[in-house]
């Protein structure tokens, strides 16, 4: 059979699915009951299986995908010719870099010109808020507001549409932290500056230059520069979420800066917080440069919503999302991603049909996100360009990797819920009140590894209290081999499970817990 027959056919299965994938059930049948590891089963070994090609962004696999699930829902997006439809285009496009960036720094003492691979390296981020403008730089210290410690890297200066410049890690006096031991530990390593990237984000520079300390220099080779590959961007207007471009320095490259300026963290006082100064240079100015082509792809998010019962709490709303996309075949194996997250949106399907049968109080909106490997940019868009008014999302509930446990885990099986603990606390109490009195499952709420995110952070960006279930990283995460016979599906049904009387939970609160 030729590849187009076998698409009409997968498309014709699809349909007759989407009729059917959410029967009618006997209301003496509790909710929760419907969320069955059979049926859970069914749509991995259909998500993940070798026709979707792995439902990489742009292909007709994920076209596939994202046409698979959405009756019983509301539609609550239009589409060109002011339809319904449960496809929320996003806008972004397939970036070619077509020579290496450059940076030109003019200074009272001088003017240099940058190579990227040599004095710097873009590892993160969109380019196009950077480019073509002489751009005035700050040095923002280690980037930590912490006004409630006495500490605030930001308080009297305005970043906006500016270069900072920032140090890793946290200060210290004496050997010891400044800040409380458990706030210090927030900022440290990579999940340290992941959670200064959330307050530089809101305060919305043009550019971050990170100056490399000796334990990023020993790794400078194995860095990826993100301006050396093609990839897809986001181009979309983006609004308050739109990351930065993120460039690591050598030091070398720093003290030109700091040349003649208040304060040189290379220099001999470095780390002396008597002489400590964040500030604004004295005419220094940086230009960002790169000659880039975009190629549009076409890709949604499946969004739709279960209506809430009450007449005023209805206009509130929990969200329950996962990420539909996975990765492109590589070595010509196709990466079917199972756990990631084929698991993710077979709960978020059974946790729909299981609510519809019952709604809670508050309306529920669930999403599969486009492209959540390589920028988070399905749930960007939302979040941006949210169908609901996003001042009223009081939770996010993602659900990415829920059927496998990794090695720190193997003894009891337990299951990561992350961030709620580090930005909501009385998230987290709350979870685990409702664990305890329903599945009783076991949590851990921080991972001794890191450096893991997922589509929750959009949300925590926006303010709206979120946590990421997560198995946290095993063998097959990210391989070939990530394939749908190594689902632990009792584990996917508990966790599934949670989730849906987390929703109702959040759903029926007299309260929002939302700041």
């Known amino acids: 059979m030729n ?26 049948v509790k909710p929760i009951d419907t969320i069955t590891i059979a049926e859970l089963r069914d749509h991995i070994f259909y998500l993940a299986s070798d026709d979707l090609e792995g439902r990489y962004t742009g292909s007709m ?49 001088g003017f240099w010109r940058f190579t990227s691979g040599e004095d710097f390296k873009i590892v993160e981020g969109e380019m196009s808020g950077a480019l073509g403008s002489q751009l005035e730089v700050v040095f923002i210290g280690y980037a930590i507001s912490e006004p409630d410690h006495g500490w605030d890297d930001f308080s009297a200066l305005d970043v906006e549409g500016k270069v900072v410049i920032m140090t890793i890690d946290a200060p210290l006096r004496n050997g010891r932290p400044v800040l409380p031991d458990e706030v210090h530990e927030r900022y440290m390593g990579l999940n340290g500056f992941n959670t200064k990237l959330m307050t530089l984000i809101e305060h919305r520079p043009a550019c971050v230059l990170v100056v490399a300390d000796e334990q990023i220099l020993q790794l400078w080779e194995q860095m990826t520069d993100v301006t050396t590959r093609t990839g897809m961007v986001y181009s979309g207007d983006g609004g308050s979420l739109m990351i930065p471009p993120i460039a690591v320095i050598k030091p070398e490259m720093a003290r030109l800066f700091f040349a003649e300026q208040a304060y040189d963290p290379t220099g001999e006082r470095a780390g002396n917080l008597r002489a400590y100064e964040c500030f604004d240079l004295d005419e220094v100015t940086l230009l960002t440069s790169v000659d880039m082509s975009d190629e549009v792809v076409l890709s949604w998010n499946v969004v739709g919503m279960i209506e809430g019962t009450d007449p005023e709490l209805k206009h509130q709303f929990v969200t329950v999302t996962a990420h539909l996309d996975h ?49 988070g940019i399905g749930s960007r868009h939302f979040v941006s360009e949210c169908p609901v008014p996003i001042d009223d999302v009081v939770v996010n509930l993602n659900l990415d990797m829920i059927g496998r446990t990794d090695a720190e885990s193997e003894s009891d099986r337990s299951h990561y819920a992350l961030n709620s603990e580090t930005e909501n606390p009385e998230m987290t109490d709350i979870i685990r009140a409702v664990n305890a009195r329903t599945i009783n499952w076991p949590l851990k709420y921080n991972m001794a590894s890191g450096g893991y995110g997922s589509d929750d952070t959009m949300f925590r960006m926006e303010g709206i209290p979120a946590v990421f279930f997560f198995s946290g990283p095993h063998e097959d995460y990210h391989q070939s081999t990530d394939d749908p016979h ?17 929703a109702l939970e959040f759903g029926n609160m007299d309260r929002s817990i939302r700041p």
């Open 3 to 28: 590849s187009s027959v076998r698409t009409s056919s997968i498309v014709s299965l699809v349909l007759v699915f989407c009729v059917l994938a959410v029967p009618a059930r006997a209301q003496t």
């Open 61 to 109: 696999g994920y076209e596939i995908a994202a046409k698979y699930w959405a009756a019983g829902l509301q539609p609550i997006i239009t589409d060109g010719n002011g339809d319904p439809t449960w496809l929320q285009t996003v806008p972004m496009a397939n970036r070619t870099v077509n020579g290496p960036p450059t940076m030109e720094l003019t200074a009272k003492t």
């Open 327 to 375: 990765l492109e075949p590589r070595n010509g194996e196709i990466m079917n991603g199972a756990d990631d997250n084929a698991s993710g949106c077979a709960g978020v399907i059974e946790i729909a049909e299981a609510l519809a049968m019952a709604p809670p109080r508050r309306s529920v909106v669930f999403a599969l996100f486009t492209k959540e490997e390589g920028g």
């Open 486 to 502: 190594l689902i632990e599906y009792d584990k996917a049904q508990k966790i599934s499970q949670l989730v849906y009387e987390l």
